[in-house]
């Protein structure tokens, strides 16, 4: 009964909610169109998923001489709260008390959204919705954003696009459903909030991983967001005659392979190889780069692709081994995205074994590898390859320029062709 009570009462204020931010969209439209008009650099706006990416991009930018803000519903344990400027759960002072969360579930969001309606002129957000998610209006921000003069770029994480029945490898399909057995049952929802921002958005983002489900993709990349390559320097020094460090952060096991990469370092101790394996669950990011730092070698994923920990092991000068080997992922891609200068060691699950024999006996190629690690990310994940790409973004659709994009490969600074229907589309 409660709960029907405040559903309604949640009704009852959206009707209110949605003419109030039309009319504040309304006003804010002037603005915008004159700033566009007199060639402005638009405002950047991103969230409200709290993924650290979006602290990396907005900084990025900022170091681009653009002013961002980052606003979250909610920050994750292994983050800081001041990774991001502004949180939902600040209203009202971050009470607790049950008036103060009901008052923030009812009307924070509206509030968040008229908040962010002023400050930024392109909001970018992930494939979950944006900061009225919460709400009946959940299917009517960015029709408002377009009233208000500003823009809306799309972009994936990872589970926002997982359609299960829509992904083409099966260990892919078969990790999802044991590390996110909810995805499944949340098909439809996910397939709505897919057409949803193809539809309304004005771009739309893609890494090649993720890229497979989303029917609209006007510019693919490896990946869309950089790393600070300054905070995940490599150190001098190492050590001698101890045994061979491999960091594995085994969150989401599944989608990881954690299991094979255990099995294969138990069996390489048991054959008397000096090899040690260091997982980290849950773990601070802090913590995180001290672990990493102090490893050999970083062991990544082993079902598919590579993301940020590769990122920032990279960074830091390590070897990494990720499983690149998927034909249907990253044969289409390698020569538009520049993936064939990434020195990730390609290891399937079948091979990781031997993979690190050869690693552990070889400190020269190790150190070879770190090294051609840090030219990679520097090259194609730091600030300033990432941000000449997003200027592209918003040269075409802030600016107005004839600016094609597609394929993106930072080592070639401009995008390349027209970005391919996905597969999921081409089914269809």
């Known amino acids: 009964m409660r709960r029907r009570l405040f ?3 949640r009704w009852l204020v959206a009707a209110p909610a949605a003419i109030a931010l039309a009319l504040v969209a309304g006003a804010e439209r002037r603005r915008t169109v004159s700033s566009r008009r007199r060639g402005d650099r638009p405002r950047l706006v991103y969230g409200p998923t709290p993924i650290i990416s979006i602290k990396y991009m907005s900084e990025a930018m900022r170091r681009r001489r653009y002013d961002t803000l980052t606003y979250v519903y909610g920050v994750a344990a292994i983050n800081r709260r001041d990774d991001f400027d502004m949180s939902f759960h600040d209203l009202l002072g971050g009470s607790t008390a049950r008036l ?11 509030t968040a959204f008229a908040r962010v309606l002023r400050r930024g002129d392109v909001f970018h957000f992930f494939f979950d919705g944006g900061f009225l998610r919460e709400t009946p209006l959940r299917f009517l921000e960015l029709q408002l954003l377009h009233l208000a003069g500003k823009k809306v770029v799309a972009m994936p994480y990872g589970g926002d696009v997982a359609v299960p029945s829509e992904i083409a490898s099966e260990p892919f399909r078969a990790a999802l459903a044991a590390d996110y057995p909810e995805l499944v049952e949340r098909e439809p929802i996910t397939r709505r909030w897919i057409r949803y921002f193809s539809r309304h958005a004005d771009c739309t983002v893609a890494c090649v991983v993720h890229a497979e489900t989303m029917p609209r993709r006007d510019l693919v990349t490896t990946h869309y967001y950089p790393i600070d390559t300054d905070e995940w320097a490599p150190r001098n020094g190492g050590r001698e005659d101890e045994l061979v460090t491999v960091f594995h952060a085994s969150n989401h096991r599944a989608m990881k392979g954690t299991e094979h990469l255990v099995r294969a370092c138990r069996e390489l101790q048991a054959e008397g190889e000096r090899i040690e394996l260091a997982l980290a669950e849950g773990m601070p990011n802090e913590e995180v780069r001290r672990s990493m730092r102090a490893a050999d070698i970083v062991a990544e994923q082993f079902v598919l692709g590579y993301a940020l920990t590769a990122m920032e092991a990279m960074s830091l000068g390590k070897p990494v081994l990720s499983n690149l080997d998927d034909a249907d ?8 995205t520049g993936l064939d200068a990434c020195p990730i060691v390609s290891t399937p699950p079948e091979r990781l074994k031997a993979t690190l024999r050869e690693l552990a006996a070889d400190p020269d190629r190790r150190a070879e590898l770190g090294r051609a ?16 790409m997003w200027e592209l973004v918003y040269r075409r659709i802030w600016h ?10 930072p080592a070639a600074d401009v995008p390349e062709g027209a970005a391919i229907a996905s597969r999921a589309e081409a089914r269809r």
């Open 7 to 9: 559903e309604a009462v």
């Open 329 to 336: 992922y990253y044969a289409p891609f390698r020569a538009h």
């Open 400 to 409: 107005g320029d004839d600016v094609q994009l597609g394929f993106w490969n």
């Open 373 to 388: 690690g840090r030219r990679y990310v520097l090259a194609y994940h730091g600030y300033e390859p990432v941000g000449r």
């Open 100 to 110: 103060a969360v009901r008052l923030r579930t009812l009307v924070g969001p509206y």
